[in-house]
Structures are given as C-alpha cells and as structure tokens.
C-alpha cells in the first residue's frame, strides 16, 4: 500500500490516536498483498509504528504471550519461535488419562494463586487506550489470563478461552475458577500450601511430586469432567469465535500483532488473510514470527516500550 512506509515529517509530533487523512489505494494493489521483498522492515524505532498505528482508523489488534511477560507470566517460546520449557497438555491427554487431569488440577491449584494477583501492565494499558479513542475494531488475544479487560479492554475476543471459568464436558454447567479452587482446596489441603515456580497460562512446576492421592472434583450436576474453558493443543477454537474475529478483520484496516510469534495456526490465519486482502500488517515482537515474510512493519522491541508513546501524555 503507498504511504505506509513514508517517514514522519519533521517538526511537532502528531498525535498517534488521531489517524491520518485517508489516501487512495493505487488500483493494481488494491485487494492484493504487496510482495514481502517489497515491504517487510525490521525497526528499532517505533517512528515507522506511530506512523503505522496514525494511518489506520480501524485496526484489528492481535497479542499473545509477550503482552504478559512483564507482568510476570512466563511464556512458552525463545526468540526463535522455539519451546522453552515442556509443550503443555493437549485435550487428548487430558481426556484419556486420569493420571493427567490429577497433575493438572494440582498444578493449576498451586499455579492459579500467582495468575489471580497478576495486574496488567503498560502494554494492556496503551492498547485500552487505542481502543478509548476509536482506533481498534477488535482485540483478538491469544492469552487466556484476562488482563486486557482488567486494563480496561472491552471489545476483546479471548481466542483460547479463558482460564478464570471451568466447564463440564458433560453438560456444559460453567463455574468461576474460584469455585473450583475453594473445591480443590478443600479436597487437597495439604498442596494449596505448596510453593513453586510460575508456569505459563496459570500452571507451576510441581516437578518430582506423586499425584497419585490427588483429589479431582467431577462436575456436581451431572459427574462430567471439568476442564479450565481454555483452547488446548490439539482441540479446535469454537467456529462462531473465529467467525466472529474474521468478521472484524473484514472491517478493519489494518493488522497490529503484539507479543505474538504466531506459530500457532489458530492466531496465524488472521495475519495470513489480512496479507491475502492486501491489509498491511505490522508486529511487536522481539525475535522471529512465523509471519515475517507477510509483515509491512516489525518492530523488535519489548511492547511496552513499542507502545509506550500511547501513554506519553498520561506519564507523571
């Protein structure tokens, strides 16, 4: 698209919330995505992203797990795209072993004190703050911890679920994850004492423990099993929740990712579709995406430094 990639004018700042006067599309790119030779940059300056965010009236904002990170949630992948730490449970697992569930629910005892605590940090709050001034169509999250509508996000679809609700797989009954912990709590006091490390998506590391005696509650209306309302690997995101996030990428302008090396495919199809209509695409993320040869504009930077120019005025 021209005029993505022109360079701010020199003189007073303008302001980042306030888009751009529109500019004609040229006809032969227009539905097409520009050649990745053409138009991928890699920034150390988030000049080229103020510019990028001031030319979009409508962006469709997509994050993952490095918006967290600074609140303390650790992440599952390097720089490179790579696994840090063990894959995490896939839903054939946790449906086909009761050995899995008794070491889920006893982490996730552990590991839900730490994620309840956790407050939103810069990031979250600089994309509430996109979102105040009109400028977002649609957050679409890859997290499941919640702090964008913490920070005061409401026009958000959690992509993978969300970790503070249980539901059974029988019936469908939904309970708060508060519930649940009293629950287990009650049934297993000697853990809800134990002290671990943080895991990702409210997990911890309980490594070397016998699980063996640890007591799972089944759901009390029809004895189904209950299972955090998160997206695991190897289970499918609900077809009205993507119809849905598709639905807001055919409206929107342009395509911010933030915190996401977008090796899952669930979050990779909306960067994939916006490049195939020719939506321009940038991403704050330290390291490589699977993405990178789709991308107008990259940005490796922490994101809240990236979008720390969201906040300037609200500084002090």
Not at 187 to 203: I, V
Request: proline share 7%.
């Amino acid at each position: 698209m021209p005029g993505w990639r022109t360079p701010l004018a020199r003189g007073a700042a303008p302001d980042p919330l306030r888009p751009a006067a529109p500019r004609r599309r040229h006809p032969a790119r227009h539905g097409t995505a520009p050649a990745a030779s053409q138009i991928s940059t890699i920034m150390n300056n988030t000049a080229a992203l103020e510019d990028f965010i001031r030319r979009a009236p409508r962006l469709f904002v997509l994050t993952g797990a490095g918006c967290s990170t600074p609140s303390g949630i650790p992440d599952y992948r390097d720089a490179d795209g790579q696994w840090k730490r063990a894959q995490p449970v896939t839903l054939q697992s946790f449906l086909g072993s009761e050995a899995t569930r008794r070491r889920y629910w006893a982490r996730s005892l552990v590991g839900w004190r730490f994620i309840r605590a956790t407050q939103p940090n810069r990031t979250h709050a600089a994309l509430a703050r996109l979102e105040a001034a009109g400028r977002s169509e649609l957050l679409l999250t890859q997290n499941v911890d919640r702090l964008h509508q913490k920070a005061g996000s409401r026009r958000v679809i959690d992509l993978h679920g969300r970790l503070d609700v249980v539901r059974c797989l029988g019936c469908g009954a939904e309970m708060p994850r508060e519930a649940m912990q009293a629950e287990l709590t009650r049934r297993n006091p000697g853990w809800s004492t134990l002290d671990a490390g943080s895991a990702p998506d409210g997990d911890a590391d309980l490594d070397g423990l016998d699980f063996a005696g640890f007591a799972v509650p089944d759901c009390r209306h029809c004895g189904g099993l209950l299972k955090p309302d998160v997206v695991f690997f190897g289970e499918n995101v609900p077809r009205e929740r993507v119809a849905e996030s598709f639905a807001a990428l055919d409206r929107a302008d342009a395509v911010l990712v933030v915190g996401s090396s977008l090796m899952v495919y669930s979050g990779f199809r909306f960067v994939q579709a916006a490049a195939k209509a020719g939506k321009p695409v940038a991403a704050v993320n330290i390291g490589r995406t699977r993405a990178d040869d789709l991308l107008t504009l990259k940005v490796e930077q922490p994101c809240e430094d990236a979008l720390g120019f969201l906040l300037a005025d609200t500084a002090g």
